[in-house]
């Protein structure tokens, strides 16, 4: 196995449990399992040398450390904007994809832009 050929699987697997994930939704998620996803993206997609894949990692970058700052509390309308920018990157980035990645990129891309969105309308109890 090449190591494209071992990238294309760890990226098919990452992208199959990110999308398993948010379709639990956002709370579904523990905090130290978002961010160890964002790592293992953010490493894949800077090792990757695409310059699109690099722009996907710098906003995973602005994603992780609005999540960071959970003890400061967390702004839901900076996270929410953070995952649809995201989202917006991945439907993006599936135009360009060979047929077996693009359905489950452009999944991505929807579920982040909705988890984004229901972040950026939520009002605060």
Request: glycine share 12%; net charge negative.
């Amino acid at each position: 196995m090449t190591s494209s050929d071992s990238a294309h699987t760890t990226g098919a697997h990452l992208l199959a449990t990110t999308i398993k994930g948010l379709q639990q939704g956002l709370t579904g998620v523990p905090i130290s399992t978002s961010i160890t996803h964002i790592d293992e993206w953010y490493q894949l997609l800077q090792e990757s040398g695409v310059p699109g894949l690099q722009d996907v990692a710098r906003e995973l970058g602005n994603l992780q450390s609005l999540i960071s700052l959970k003890d400061k509390g967390f702004d839901g309308k900076s996270i929410g904007r953070s995952l649809s920018m995201l989202g917006a990157q991945m439907i993006q980035i599936a135009s360009k994809a060979d047929a077996d990645s693009q359905a489950n990129l452009s999944a991505l891309g929807d579920l982040l832009i909705k988890a984004g969105g229901d972040l950026e309308n939520h009002k605060p109890d």
